[in-house]
């Protein structure tokens, strides 16, 4: 893949269509700091993740295309500006390869990558969360609680005698922070009766104040 050449209104519109990202460097022959971004743009078209990923580069002169251009307020070159359906997505004024690349990757690729990875993790959790039909989420696990409320929860439901299975969160900090967004939940222990978060070592404590902590584990 290369830097296509944008030389008219047309192509230019027929180019950022695309809802696949498209990079678009608004330049100037005059401009030694051009040559470097379109080359920075070369190189980032040969990498074979944001070649799968459908993005695609071009290159216009800013004074030749002057509608558009004053419609994107370039006001110098080199201006690189991202598209995704016709829309600007992100810009980057100036010849900073560094933001270039990092933004280039991150509409490219990077939303794709985390938001299969976040999907993933959702599954994970899940996963987890029904793992027995009363799981506890916490520091340590039951014979070493690493955490004081972690351990009177322990306590607690070792009273009970209900069957119980753990995990760790201290092992995983992946689970750790994304537990916490998945339930809206910001503490542990968390306590999960059927895949449903029942609550922190308060809300258990409540429960068994007012007598329905056994019914609501055998649920
Ligand atoms: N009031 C909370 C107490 C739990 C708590 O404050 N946990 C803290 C300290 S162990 C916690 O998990 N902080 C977040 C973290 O460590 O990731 C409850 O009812 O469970």
């Known amino acids: 893949m290369t830097?296509?050449?944008?030389?008219?209104?047309?192509?230019?519109?027929?180019?950022?269509?695309?809802?696949?990202?498209?990079?678009?460097?608004?330049?100037?022959?005059?401009?030694?700091?051009?040559?470097?971004?379109?080359?920075?743009?070369?190189?980032?078209?040969?990498?074979?993740?944001?070649?799968?990923?459908?993005?695609?580069?071009?290159?216009?002169?800013?004074?030749?295309?002057?509608?558009i251009s004053l419609q994107y307020k370039i006001d110098s070159v080199p201006t690189v500006i991202l598209f995704k359906n016709g829309s600007q997505v992100d810009r980057i004024d100036g010849a900073d390869a560094a933001q270039i690349t990092s933004k280039v990757k991150l509409h490219s690729i990077g939303k794709s990558i985390s938001a299969a990875s976040s999907e993933k993790l959702e599954d994970r959790l899940k996963a987890l969360i029904n793992k027995h039909k009363v799981m506890v989420f916490m520091k340590g696990n039951r014979d070493?609680?690493?955490?004081?409320?972690?351990?009177t929860l322990i306590q607690i439901l070792n009273g009970t005698g209900v069957q119980y299975d753990t995990f760790d969160i201290l092992t995983d900090e992946e689970v750790r922070?994304?537990?916490k967004e998945y339930s809206d939940w910001p503490t542990y222990p968390q306590l999960y009766v059927k895949g449903e978060l029942i609550g922190g070592l308060d809300i258990i404590k409540e429960?068994?104040?007012?007598?329905e902590l056994e019914s609501t584990l055998n649920a």
């Open 207 to 211: 429960l068994q104040a007012s007598g």
């Open 3 to 67: 830097v296509a050449t944008l030389d008219s209104n047309e192509h230019f519109l027929d180019f950022t269509r695309s809802p696949s990202l498209t990079v678009v460097h608004f330049s100037a022959n005059w401009a030694e700091q051009c040559g470097q971004v379109t080359e920075v743009l070369s190189e980032l078209s040969k990498l074979p993740d944001i070649q799968s990923s459908g993005s695609k580069f071009g290159v216009c002169d800013a004074e030749n295309l002057s509608e």
């Open 177 to 179: 922070q994304g537990l």
């Open 144 to 151: 070493t609680p690493r955490c004081g409320f972690s351990r």
